[in-house]
Nanobody, 122 residues
């Protein structure tokens, strides 16, 4: 199994920056997809950004040009650099991993971190 430990959330003014980190621990060979989701009060959870083991990235439209996802495969860590933050970015941000390879022919999906709060003030 894999456990995810998130860090980097906090309170920031609009226009500021935060950098989220998520480190994966456990017995696995490869994590094919790592990503960040968020859930704002009264809204559904949404995918913010994802990155494959090969470095291919995907972003939701509202964060394009402001957020950057990256990963360090040697450290089993995914990062989310958030710049030009807006109040509407306020949410709990959750780390997620998908297509985790645990053996030569075994995979599992959808392991989640506990979440880290990001609050952006006006």
């Amino acid at each position: 199994q894999v456990q995810l430990v998130e860090s980097g959330g906090g309170l920031v003014q609009a226009g500021g920056s935060l950098r989220l980190s998520c480190e994966a621990f456990g017995r696995f060979i490869r994590i094919n997809i790592m990503g960040w989701y968020r859930q704002a009060p009264g809204k559904q959870r949404e995918l913010v950004a994802s990155i494959t083991s090969g470095g291919s990235t995907n972003y939701t439209d509202s964060v394009k040009g402001r957020f950057t996802i990256s990963r360090d495969n040697n450290k089993n860590t995914v990062y989310l650099q958030m710049n030009s933050l807006k109040p509407e970015d306020t949410a709990i941000y959750y780390c997620n991993v998908d297509r985790v390879q645990t053996s030569s022919a075994r995979y599992y999906n959808n392991a989640w971190g506990r979440g880290t709060q990001v609050t952006v003030s006006s």
